[in-house]
């Protein structure tokens, strides 16, 4: 059986005291020791983030990180501040990154392996537009960005990672994914992984992302391949992070 993951993404949301608040709301998740929850907080406040939660058990993760280790590159941080900072790993590929800011499959691998060798968690995002998926594309899309690190780093560089699968068209809009159209990606995905190492496969938890919450996340947790979940806007209502958190709990 796959450990639960849950991971909430603030996204660009969030100031000390709304932060302040939202922590709070989420104080009954301490000690959590059946699932693995996340948050990814925006820079400034990991500090803030990692010092409510201490000693909780959950973690903290960045929502993107350099891939190179120090030096002028303005505006970026690196694996290296995200250790300082008590940060146990990154969102990498996230499809705002693909798409707003230009990251090519090239170098979400690099920013992967720039985790890996920090020891920190990397969390593989992949997903497809709209205009994919009504193209047939979906499958040959996520396989090749999956590819991108599987080819480069192999399937070992997987242990310790989750891989999400986000379909850009439900992030955001409302439109989940159904559970069984969100499983036959997520089965796909591990069968990629599998034909490089079958034991990586079954170990490698793949969460689903796009428009999670409470009211429709049992039937995605119900399914035999969706390991957890990468949770937006939901994830800055404490109530339905919780929930959220719960079904997780309840899929042990
Ligand atoms: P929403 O849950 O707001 O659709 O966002 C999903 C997402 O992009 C998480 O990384």
């Known amino acids: ?40 907080p925006p820079a400034p406040y990991w500090m803030q983030v990692v010092e409510a939660l201490e000693g909780r058990g959950i973690k903290v993760l960045a929502q993107t990180v350099s ?9 970026e941080w690196s694996v290296g501040m995200l250790q300082d900072c008590g940060v146990s790993g990154a969102l990498v590929g996230h499809s705002e990154r693909r798409q707003l800011f230009a990251e ?6 690099a920013k992967f392996a720039a985790l890996k060798q920090a020891g920190l968690q990397p969390v593989l995002c992949v997903g ?29 560089a997987f242990d310790g990672a989750v891989l999400a699968y986000e379909p850009v ?8 994914a159904t559970p069984e159209q969100a499983q036959a990606v997520h089965a ?24 999670v919450k409470a009211a429709n996340v049992a039937g995605l947790f119900a399914m035999a391949d969706i390991d957890g979940a990468l949770v937006g806007g939901a994830s ?5 992070f919780l929930a959220i958190c719960q079904a997780a709990r309840q899929r042990l």
């Open 1 to 40: 059986m796959r450990r639960p993951w849950v991971a909430g993404n603030w996204k660009m949301n969030g100031l000390h005291q709304t932060n302040d608040e939202l922590l709070k709301g989420i104080s009954s998740l301490a000690a959590e020791s059946e699932i693995d929850i996340c948050v990814a």
């Open 236 to 240: 800055l209502i404490a109530q339905e």
């Open 188 to 211: 796909s995905l591990r069968a990629v992984v599998a034909a490089f190492d079958a034991v990586r496969a079954e170990q490698l938890r793949i969460v689903y992302g796009g428009s």
């Open 67 to 75: 891939e190179h280790a120090s030096g002028a590159y303005t505006g």
């Open 169 to 176: 068209w439900a992030i955001g809009t409302g439109l989940t």
């Open 104 to 109: 090519t499959d090239v170098v979400v691998a």
């Open 128 to 156: 497809e537009t709209l205009e994919e998926r009504q193209a047939g594309e979906t499958l040959a899309v996520v396989s090749r960005q999956l590819l991108a690190v599987l080819e480069s780093q192999g399937a070992d």
